[in-house]
């Protein structure tokens, strides 16, 4: 499968989800069969992911509702390198505390009411990114056709957690994702109302429109800024001395 027809098949699998996210409100918004579409969903951007809500015990942080191997793993339930919790729409939100319990036995975690996505990864101790996929309005739901991108960056980037490179293939496989990935990240701001509350990044796009290029776009932008920063932290990676912890901040300075 080419570049363009895999992302083309990940679109229409979120499209998907949507309509069966709407079907599973409209059949009782009943938290159970949204577990299904979830499923269906990472699926497509291969992984496995299986349903174990029926042996929950009910206690604080003890109630996760799916959990997710990459395609090449054996399947134990006790070694899952993800999980998810699926709430219904409009259902009660995760606490503070679950999320602090639940983090700590899985490391990386998704939580959705399958409106709004949020990620926690196991190298950082708050969310890593929330992202509403869907809408909830008076008269039913809407795609949030301008979060596609985004959302297919962030979770397959998420599926290739945590990195297990053992190859220049792997490598270059995990770098291209989070590459993607951040270019989202960027377009997403700099495309938004809350362009202005990222003034740095704002500066740095406008400041190279005006001075080196007047045609540079914001996806011109993010692609090269995404390209900047994921292979500058590779070579600040690959020139850490190996008795150093690599410190991201310090590779910044």
């Known amino acids: 499968m080419t570049k363009e027809s895999n992302e083309q098949a990940l679109k229409e699998a979120v499209k998907k989800y949507f309509m069966e996210v709407s079907d599973c409100y409209n059949l ?4 159970s069969p949204y ?7 990472l699926e497509s951007f291969g992984c496995r992911a299986i349903d174990v809500s029926s042996g929950r015990s009910g206690s604080l942080g003890q109630n996760t509702d799916l959990k997710i191997w990459h395609l090449e793993d054996d399947i134990n339930m006790s070694a899952s390198f993800a999980a998810v919790e699926v709430k219904s729409i409009g259902g009660k939100e995760s606490t503070p505390d679950q999320i602090k319990i639940e983090k700590e ?5 998704i939580f959705t ?3 709004i996505w949020q990620f926690y990864t196991a190298d950082r101790k708050e969310m890593y990114i929330e992202i509403t996929l869907i809408s909830q309005y008076k008269n039913g739901f809407k795609l949030n056709e301008d979060k596609i991108d985004l959302f297919i960056q962030t979770l397959s980037t998420f599926i290739l957690l945590p990195a297990n490179i053992n190859s220049s293939a792997k490598l270059a496989e995990y770098m291209a994702s989070y590459g993607k990935h951040l270019r989202e990240i ?4 700099l495309t938004n109302e809350y ?12 400041k190279l429109k005006t001075d080196l290029v007047s ?6 932008f993010a692609d090269m800024f995404a390209q900047t920063i994921v292979y500058g932290f590779f070579i600040a990676r690959y020139n850490c001395n190996k008795e150093e912890k690599f410190d991201r901040l310090k590779a910044v300075e």
């Open 28 to 31: 009782g918004n009943i938290e």
């Open 105 to 109: 036995k899985h490391k990386n975690l």
């Open 215 to 220: 045609s540079l776009t914001v996806n011109d």
């Open 195 to 206: 362009a202005s509350a990222y003034e740095t990044l704002n500066a740095i796009y406008l």
């Open 113 to 115: 009411d399958n409106l």
């Open 35 to 41: 577990y299904k579409a979830t499923i269906n969903l």
């Open 186 to 189: 960027v377009k997403s701001i």
